[in-house]
């Protein structure tokens, strides 16, 4: 089963330049998730998309950050404008269900994004 | 929305038995506690997860207490393969909705 796809791997952009990631879930999978990794810290949780509606995006930084599902599938989690404090792995991950509270997520590789 | 609290680090031998205790002393009482473990360069990985008292899969044991305010991953006979880092998640859910959380994570080192 091929797992979560997440491109590109790593990116460098300048401050308040635009950036845009990509993820592709299992197949298969109702839910997805977007996570900012900061260095030396958790995951800490973007948004969160139920098919292709929203279930939580209370810490989404709404002034730069905006995130899609289009029919259910991919997502696209872009900044606009970038900041220095935006330098972090960004992590997807989907689940089978994810309402259930014993739904396992499955990450991707994340990718790196430095901001000069 | 239930915090988490877990030791920055640990150095363990090879061979021996590793506790990691996270604490999460607001968790809801419909809440999961789940482990992850991540390598560098890579995402999460699902370990295990619990309600209470015990978890045992083939890689770990999760300990949970009555009052489930803590919890406590168990790694049997650690070998240098185990060095990452372990975070623990837990799931304060509610009317419908819940908001995921991990903590800082634990830096497990296994010493030859």
């Known amino acids: 089963e091929a797992g979560v796809a997440q491109s590109p791997r790593y990116k460098i952009i300048e401050k308040r330049q635009s950036v845009a990631f990509w993820c592709n879930p299992i197949s298969g999978h109702a839910t997805l998730y977007w996570y900012q990794q900061i260095l030396g810290q958790g995951p800490k949780l973007l948004i969160q998309?139920?098919?292709?509606?929203?279930?939580?995006d209370s810490q989404l930084p709404k002034d730069r950050f905006s995130a899609e599902r289009l029919k259910g599938v991919d997502s696209t989690l872009k900044i606009q404008p970038a900041k220095l404090e935006d330098s972090a792995v960004y992590l997807c991950a989907s689940s089978p269900e994810g309402l259930a509270s014993t739904d396992t997520q499955y990450f991707g590789p994340g990718t790196r994004l430095t901001v000069l | 929305l239930a915090k988490t609290t877990q030791p920055i680090s640990m150095d363990s031998y090879e061979g021996q038995e590793v506790n990691i205790t996270c604490s999460h002393n607001n968790i809801a009482t419909n809440d999961y506690i789940t482990w992850y473990q991540q390598f560098p360069s890579q995402g999460p990985r699902f370990i295990i997860q619990?309600?209470?008292t015990k978890v045992t899969n083939e890689v770990a044991s999760l300990f949970i207490p009555a009052d489930r305010k803590s919890s406590t991953l168990s790694l049997p006979r650690v070998s240098l393969s185990d060095t990452a880092v372990y975070y623990c998640?837990?799931?304060?859910?509610?009317?419908?909705?819940?908001?995921?959380?991990f903590g800082k994570g634990t830096k497990l080192s296994v010493i030859p």
């Open positions: 619990g309600y209470k």
């Open positions: 998640l837990v799931l304060a859910s509610g009317a419908g909705s819940y908001q995921l959380t």
């Open positions: 998309f139920q098919n292709n509606g929203v279930v939580d």
